[in-house]
């Protein structure tokens, strides 16, 4: 795979100590830059920030995939898969509370992937999956 450029991503949280707390504390993101209105955090090489903006958080719509209720509006990443694994780990011990919990999605199907959902302290969904085989990424 070619070397990777990271995203951007800006989303809405109704509360920043929450959000430092569940992105800094218990995703290991490294704080970047912030402000009283929002906060930068290295998720896995990539800059998110949570900007302070109560009423555009909420629950997202979701689609039928393999089963399961999958948030339309989410954002996520792309781990190994021991990473992954212990990302589900830490998460499970924690306690946080699955939209779709840790599992195998499209087995036997170019696509396998390991997969999880869940929501921030604001309700922003967000996957964390992991392939065999990254060469798979983009499978059809």
Known sequence: ????????????????????????????CPEGRSSPDWIDFDFYGHQIVAHLAPDETGVAATN??????????????????DQWREAADRLTKAGVEFVIAPYIRFKGEPGEQATMFFRDPSGNAIEMKAFADIGNLFAK
């Open 1 to 28: 795979m070619p070397a990777l450029h990271p995203f951007h991503l800006a989303f809405p949280v109704d509360d920043l100590a929450a959000a430092r707390s569940f992105y800094g504390g218990l995703l290991g």
């Open 64 to 81: 039928a995939v393999d089963g399961h209720g999958v948030p339309v509006r989410h954002f996520g990443v792309v781990l190994p898969m």
